[in-house]
């Protein structure tokens, strides 16, 4: 990313001619004239340009934040009379904008919208940004733990599709991976029809220095199809096609073709949670040393060890081999608990605690808002099931371990990691094999995004039906014996609060 934090709060990536001529390049191929072009933020004008002098429409209608930038791409112009270049926000010109195009029959909007986040631009106390709104809808817990950060440039997209999706255009932005991707939901959640859709991948570190998956971005909105793939090109130069993104019940599929014969969608009678929640580490979390525990400030720490238990982190659980470097304090044993007991049954803990009360005051997630002291969060009865089947959710591997206990004690995972709760070994051993058989590790690999900072999350995983994997493997009486005498499946109604 660029480090100045006036590009950053723009989201500032100036496209340079060589990405911009590219672009042209795979316009020229959609057999589409179009009489007006539309660049919501054009910088110095290098896509727009490009654009007018390609297509030679009537109207070249562009806005920019930057009145430098502005000036510049007035002068390269030259006062040429199809362009209308306007100085401000896009947010205060969305209405302007669709009142230059109603005359025009066929329009192109074209870009490169900022790259950065609501709340990115935020704390650096910066203004450009809409009005505060929820462009996903989520409520409850997912807007609580942040789901309803959003892209700006997410959101200045969504918002002209919203405009001019009816009409006779098309759009082709450079933006990151994932907001296409986001994109492409929105308008399969919402039945927006379009005649196609394709994803081309940039070098974003040869075109503009930045470490961030992105791609040029089409959607054809000339004749309205109900169309449910997005083609995926292997790159902007070369142009072959990867893959196909699919739609299957309100998921988005990265493999669209190879989903189809690997379909085990459905619901999971084993509940797939996060492991523990404490944003506390450098005083829930210890390191063993021979005999003494010490936190993440380097002292030693004598409490009562009923509260401490082994810990697995993610990076734990990316290595085949996992071992055990950390320990938690658990303070609760279910969500809400009331924590005064540790000061009549574990007081050396309930001293040290109390040592760091600010600290667990300071914690910035809501989620421990009106709850007691030093709450813990995804804490319940399946936490302490003898054997659990857990997955990293952060590393780029399907890798399913099988643990239990170690020096008697149940192993925890922490919030980065996923688990499953089994209540015996062969049960255990079942569950992971079906896990890390080919048909599960096909089907993952055609459902989940790897390039996701949190590629595997428990609403994916919730949403595998072993029943089906099972059956297929032939093992489908072995599988319902196992979920009858489970205790947390959903087939005894106790489901967790999806969190993450």
Same mark, same amino acid.
């Given at each position: ?45 290098? #896509? %727009?340009? !490009?654009?007018?002098?390609? /297509? $030679?429409? *009537? ?10 930038? +502005? ?84 959101? #200045? %997209?969504? !918002?002209?599709?919203?405009? /001019? $999706?009816? *009409? ?10 994932? +907001? ?321």
């Amino acid at each position: 990313m660029l480090k100045t934090d006036t590009k950053t709060i723009y989201g500032d990536f100036q496209t340079p001619p060589s990405l911009a001529e590219l672009m042209m390049d795979i316009l020229d191929t959609l057999d589409f004239s179009p009489n007006c072009i539309i660049e919501p933020t054009c910088g110095v004008g290098e #896509i %727009l340009m !490009k654009a007018d002098n390609r /297509f $030679h429409p *009537k109207l070249s209608f562009g806005v920019e934040i930057n009145p430098e930038y +502005v000036n510049t791409f007035k002068a390269k112009i030259n006062g040429k009379s199809s362009y209308i270049i306007l100085n401000g926000s896009i947010f205060d010109y969305l209405i302007t904008i669709e009142k230059q195009s109603k005359s025009f029959e066929t329009i192109l909007l074209v870009g490169n919208p900022p790259w950065v986040t609501n709340s990115e631009i935020g704390a650096m106390n910066g203004n450009n940004l809409p009005r505060k709104y929820n462009i996903k809808g989520l409520k409850g817990i997912d807007a609580i733990t942040g789901k309803s950060n959003f892209d700006i440039g997410e959101y #200045i %997209l969504w !918002k002209l599709i919203e405009i /001019f $999706h009816q *009409k006779n255009c098309v759009f082709a932005f450079l933006c990151k991976t994932i +907001v296409a991707r986001n994109l492409l939901k929105l308008l399969w959640d919402n039945a927006i029809q379009f005649k196609d859709a394709s994803i081309y991948p940039i070098d974003s570190k040869k075109y503009f220095n930045a470490a961030v998956d992105a791609c040029f971005f089409v959607i054809n909105f000339s004749t309205k199809l109900k169309k449910q793939t997005c083609c995926i090109f292997n790159s902007i130069e070369n142009r072959v096609l990867d893959k196909k993104y699919g739609y299957f019940n309100q998921m988005i599929i990265n493999n669209y073709d190879f989903f189809s014969s690997h379909n085990y969608f459905g619901t999971s009678d084993y509940i797939w949670r996060n492991g523990v929640k404490h944003d506390c580490s450098k005083v829930m979390e210890l390191k063993k040393t021979s005999n003494e525990y010490i936190n993440g400030y380097g002292e030693i720490v004598n409490i009562e060890s009923d509260l401490i238990f082994p810990l697995y982190k993610s990076s734990d659980l990316s290595k085949h081999f996992p071992a055990i470097k950390k320990y938690v304090i658990i303070t609760q044993k279910s969500v809400g608990e009331d924590t005064s007991y540790i000061k009549y049954q574990y007081p050396s803990a309930w001293l040290y605690l109390n040592k760091y009360y600010n600290s667990f005051v300071e914690r910035k997630s809501s989620i421990y808002k009106n709850k007691p002291p030093f709450s813990i969060f995804s804490i319940g009865e399946y936490s302490f099931s003898p054997y659990k089947i857990a997955i990293s959710s952060l590393y780029k591997k399907i890798l399913f371990h099988k643990i239990s206990s170690i020096e008697n004690k149940i192993i925890m995972v922490d919030d980065t990691c996923n688990f499953i709760s089994c209540y015996s070994s062969e049960e255990a051993d079942f569950v992971h094999s079906l896990l890390s058989s080919d048909e599960v590790c096909g089907y993952l690999n055609s459902v989940i995004f790897w390039d996701n900072k949190r590629p595997i999350t428990i609403e994916l995983l919730n949403r595998l039906d072993l029943l089906k994997v099972s059956i297929k493997l032939g093992l489908e009486n072995m599988y319902h014996s196992f979920v009858r005498k489970n205790k947390v499946t959903k087939k005894n109604n106790n489901i967790q609060l999806n969190l993450f």
